[in-house]
C-alpha cells in the first residue's frame, strides 16, 4: 500500500484543506505515515503569510532531494496559499526541480487527477486564480470526502476568501474574494455531523461576521448562528476569525442570548495607534475597538478575547508601539498572536517607504510579548477555584482532557464513559497554559 506524509502549516482553514486532502488520499487507496522516509508521496499544504514559514517550506524541501535519489518513484508536491501566488510558483519550480505536483486552494478536488497524472511521470502544475463557483453560495468541496482529525470536535467552512485587503495581508490575492456557502448547506452538514456524534463545530472564515454578504438571500452571521444553535444534539458553537469592522449589535446579542454559543472571541487588533490601524486599512481607530470591546464584555462579562497583533509595520514609531502596550493593558487579553511585520510582494505595505529594522521589530516584539505573558498569567491564576463548563474530548494518557467554553485546556481524573459529556470542573491548579481541575458534577 502507498503511503503518504502530509505537513500542514498556516491556519484553521489549511488545517480543514488538509483533511479533505487526506479524505481524497484515503480514498484512493494511500494510507497515511507520520514518517517522512517512510513515504511514497510527500504532500505540504503551505502557508504565505509571512516569510518565515515560506523559508521552512524551501528548507524541508532541499532536504527531501536526497530521498528522491535514494527512492525514485517517490512524488512531492507542494499545495495551499504559497502556490497561488504566481512568483512564489515560479520560484518554486526553479529553485526544487525534484517538486512534482503544484496546486492550488481552488482545485483541491482535482487531486486524484493531478496525481494520476504525476504518477504517470508528469510534472503537473495546476493552479487556479478563483474557484470554480458558477453559481452564488456553491462550494465545490461540498461532496468531497472528509477525514476530520477529532471525532467531537469538526470544523465547517462557513465563508471563503476575503476582501478586506488590509495593507499588509497577502489573503484576499491568494483566497480570493468574500463567498458563503448557502445556510442551507452548512445546516446540513452540521445536522450530519451531529447525527454522526459530533458535539462541537467550529465555523471557520477569514472574516466570519461578513458571512451571507455576498449572497442574493436575506442572511447574516448572526441568523446563522441562531438556526445552527437549534440543532438538537449539538453541545457548542465556536468561530473565527471575526474583523471588529463587520461586528455588529446582533453577533453581540447572539454571543449573550444563544447557550451553545461559546464566550470565546477572536477580535484581531493587529495594532493600538489609530495613525497605524488607518494605514493598515484596518476600518476602525483605536477608540472604536475599545469601544467594541467594552460592548461586548458589557453583554458577555465572563468572554474570553483573544487577538492577533502586528510589530513593526512601516512607519511604526516607539510612540505608535506605546500605543499597542497600552491597548493590550487595557483589554487585558487572555491570550494574543503576535507576529512581526514581514513585507509580503504584492501588498501595499511592502512597497511603503518607511519599513521598520529588523532589531527594532524584534526588540519590540520581546516587550509585547512578556506584557501579554505577565496578563496571560493572570488570566489563567484568576480561574483557580472557579467551575467551569467543559466537553470532555479525550485522554492525556492519565486522564481526561476537554476545553472550557472560553477555549482553555482541562486535565481532570474520570472515567472513558464521560467522553463527548459536558461535565462541570472545578479548576484546583494552573499551569501556564493548561489547567487541572476535579469534575463536581456529570451533566447529562
Ligand atoms: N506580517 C505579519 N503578520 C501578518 N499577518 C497577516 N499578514 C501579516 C504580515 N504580512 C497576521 C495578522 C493576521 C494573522 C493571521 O497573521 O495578525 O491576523
Ligand atoms: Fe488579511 Fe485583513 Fe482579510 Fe484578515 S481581514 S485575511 S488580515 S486582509
Not at 524541501?61 to 525514485?72: C, F, I
Not at 482529525?149 to 468574500?178: D, M, Q, W
Not at 464521560?418 to 469534575?439: N, Q
Request: charged fraction near 25%; hydrophobic fraction near 35%.
Amino acid at each position: 500500500m502507498k503511503k503518504f506524509f502530509l505537513k500542514t502549516m498556516g491556519c484553521q482553514m489549511n488545517d480543514h484543506d488538509s483533511e479533505v486532502i487526506r479524505g481524497l488520499l484515503l480514498s484512493l487507496g494511500y494510507a497515511e505515515t507520520e514518517e517522512v522516509e517512510e513515504a511514497d508521496l510527500i504532500l505540504y499544504n503551505t502557508c504565505c503569510v509571512r516569510e518565515n514559514p515560506e523559508r521552512k517550506v524551501y528548507g524541508h524541501m532541499a532536504g527531501y532531494k536526497r530521498l528522491k535519489e535514494a527512492k525514485p518513484h517517490l512524488l512531492i508536491g507542494i499545495c495551499g496559499c504559497m502556490t497561488q501566488q504566481k512568483e512564489e510558483r515560479q520560484n518554486i519550480l526553479r529553485e526544487l526541480p525534484h517538486v512534482d505536483l503544484i496546486f492550488g486552494t481552488h482545485n483541491i478536488h482535482r487531486l486524484p487527477e493531478l496525481l494520476a497524472r504525476a504518477e504517470g511521470g508528469e510534472r503537473v502544475v495546476e493552479v487556479w486564480d478563483e474557484a470554480p463557483y458558477e453559481e452564488e453560495g456553491q462550494d465545490f468541496r461540498e461532496n468531497l470526502p472528509v477525514e476530520r482529525s477529532h471525532r467531537l470536535k469538526a470544523f465547517v467552512n462557513i465563508i471563503y476568501g476575503c476582501t478586506n485587503f488590509c495593507t499588509y495581508c497577502i489573503v484576499p490575492y491568494v483566497r480570493g474574494k468574500e463567498h458563503s456557502r448557502l445556510p442551507e448547506s452548512i445546516l446540513t452538514e452540521v445536522e450530519g455531523l451531529v447525527e454522526a456524534g459530533y458535539k462541537e463545530v467550529t465555523l471557520l472564515g477569514q472574516n466570519v461576521n461578513a458571512y451571507g454578504k455576498d449572497l442574493s438571500i436575506d442572511t447574516s452571521f448572526s441568523q446563522l448562528l441562531t438556526e445552527l444553535n437549534a440543532i438538537e444534539g449539538l453541545a457548542r458553537i465556536r468561530f473565527t476569525t471575526s474583523h471588529p469592522r463587520d461586528l455588529g449589535p446582533d453577533l453581540i446579542d447572539a454571543l449573550a442570548g444563544l447557550d451553545k454559543v461559546c464566550e470565546h472571541l477572536h477580535l484581531p487588533v493587529q495594532a493600538g495607534s489609530s495613525r497605524v490601524l488607518r494605514r493598515m486599512n484596518r476600518g476602525y481607530t483605536r477608540e472604536q475597538y475599545l469601544d467594541l470591546v467594552q460592548k461586548v464584555r458589557q453583554a458577555v462579562p465572563e468572554i474570553a478575547l483573544t487577538t492577533d497583533i502586528i510589530v513593526g509595520f512601516p512607519g511604526e514609531t516607539e510612540g505608535d508601539f506605546q500605543e499597542t502596550l497600552s491597548l493590550v493593558e487595557e483589554v487585558r487579553f487572555d491570550s494574543a498572536f503576535t507576529f512581526i511585520y514581514s513585507p509580503r510582494e504584492g501588498t501595499p505595505a511592502a512597497r511603503f517607504a518607511d519599513q521598520v529594522p529588523e532589531e527594532v521589530k524584534k526588540e519590540r516584539i520581546y516587550r509585547l510579548i512578556e506584557l501579554q505573558n505577565k496578563i496571560s498569567a493572570e488570566h489563567i491564576q484568576g480561574l483557580v477555584g472557579t467551575k467551569q463548563e467543559v466537553l470532555v474530548e479525550g485522554t492525556d494518557g492519565q486522564g481526561l482532557v476537554g476545553r472550557t467554553r472560553t477555549n482553555r485546556q482541562v486535565h481532570f481524573a474520570g472515567s472513558q464513559e464521560l467522553m463527548g459529556e459536558l461535565v462541570t470542573v472545578e479548576i484546583t491548579e494552573a499551569g501556564t497554559w493548561t489547567l487541572r481541575g476535579r469534575v463536581v458534577q456529570p451533566q447529562a
